[in-house]
């Protein structure tokens, strides 16, 4: 563990430095052994999985009435944190998992929906896909076209989504999806959320992405050809679909921001490391200010990351309105990852072009955190929004 994260925290209970401790043995001992193998293989850690499952990973800010540990945001969190400091394609696995996969139906679902498919999700046993982005509605939402009509009291689903995490598993037992239900009064389209079950006929895993980092995660796109599924699969109220999607967008900004400061540190813990054992014109390099002055800096962005999620998971345990925080949280800690992955490479020379490299992992995952769940722009654009300019 570095010396900034194994001190104790203000913000951590005891309960969260004990997760955080037992998270971090998991991810050393676990995750990093498999990590470059899987990376190179591009396949999915099931094994990883399963076992983050058992220790109850995937339901940490889920209540004990589904089988979750009754904590919250700043849990997950912690638990993201240490796993991205070795394996970003595992914590978003995690992340995805808990915020897009399991959240919409916690949040939105009826009595019914959660006790039929909450029990297996927040186990670990099955993941679920959040169905919002189209080739047409990235930033954008509001531009979806996939359609769902009513007939004979079954959604009919035509359309197609893209960038999808977790949909095309072999444990993958369904995908929340949005799709215009109709149209306003106001001319406006009427968008509402679906649940629709692996294997439904019409449903469509297409092959997964050639993607340049993040590849142990799982991401397809997806199709709908007439997809049938019952009326009461819609989740929540009909035309309420965006409005919860946003919602839970919100949330997992916070999560996305904490897997960005775990990839943040764990690129300063790798050069912390090895300036230490490399020598150049015999002594370490750790004594070269231009190499021990980049590490403060990124030892920097990564301290300001984690203050700046702590703070926006706080506000939202708290019950007060975190919109700008979870935007902030996402830009800093997304960017921080970046420029951490960027400088990490430099100092580590031609060992941080080699992907067996962790640092080499982070240049090629870090870039998405700029971009997936709602691009640095769009922060901007909220963090603007939320102070009136």
């Avoid at 997760?19 to 498999?34: G, Y």
């Avoid at 995805?96 to 186990?123: H, W």
């Avoid at 919109?323 to 400088?343: F, G, L, P, T, Y």
Wanted: one cysteine or more; a negative charge; aromatic letters at 8%.
């Amino acid at each position: 563990m570095s010396q900034s994260t194994k001190n104790r925290n203000p913000y951590l209970s005891d309960e969260l430095h004990e997760l955080r401790d037992a998270v971090e043995d998991f991810a050393n001992r676990v995750v990093d052994p498999v990590a470059a193998q899987h990376d190179r293989d591009h396949t999915f850690p099931y094994d990883v999985v399963r076992q983050m499952g058992e220790m109850g990973l995937f339901g940490l800010p889920i209540s004990e009435e589904y089988g979750g540990m009754g904590g919250d945001y700043m849990a997950l969190g912690v638990a993201l944190e240490e796993l991205a400091r070795v394996d970003q394609s595992v914590a978003i696995t995690l992340e995805a998992g808990v915020s897009l996969g399991i959240m919409p139906i916690y949040r939105f679902g009826s009595d019914e929906q959660k006790q039929t498919y909450l029990p297996n999700l927040v186990a670990g046993k099955n993941l679920a896909g959040f169905g919002l982005t189209e080739p047409e509605a990235g930033s954008d939402a509001g531009g979806t076209k996939t359609t769902a009509k009513l007939d004979g009291g079954e959604w009919v689903i035509n359309g197609s989504k893209q960038f999808i995490t977790n949909s095309g598993t072999d444990i993958t037992s369904l995908v929340t999806a949005t799709a215009v239900t109709g149209q306003r009064e106001n001319g406006k389209k009427e968008i509402s959320a679906i649940i629709v079950p692996s294997g439904t006929p019409g449903f469509t895993a297409e092959p997964s992405y050639n993607k340049v980092g993040w590849n142990a995660s799982d991401t397809h796109p997806l199709t709908f050809d007439n997809v049938r599924v019952p009326e009461e699969n819609l989740v929540g109220e009909r035309g309420r679909g965006f409005a919860y999607f946003l919602s839970i967008l919100e949330e997992g900004r916070i999560a996305i921001a904490a897997l960005a400061t775990g990839a943040a540190q764990g690129c300063v813990d790798e050069c912390v490391r090895y300036a230490k054992e490399r020598t150049s014109f015999g002594k370490p390099i750790s004594e070269y200010q231009a190499i021990s002055f980049k590490i403060a800096r990124m030892e920097a962005r990564a301290w300001t990351a984690r203050q700046a999620w702590y703070a926006a998971a706080a506000k939202m345990a708290a019950g007060e309105n975190f919109s700008k925080e979870a935007s902030i949280a996402k830009m800093v800690a997304s960017e921080a990852a970046m420029d951490n992955a960027r400088d990490a490479t430099q100092i580590h020379g031609g060992y941080g072009f080699m992907n067996e490299y962790r640092v080499a992992r982070h240049y090629r995952d870090s870039k998405i955190l700029e971009i997936g769940e709602g691009t640095t722009e769009v922060q901007q654009m909220l963090i603007a929004r939320a102070l009136g300019v």
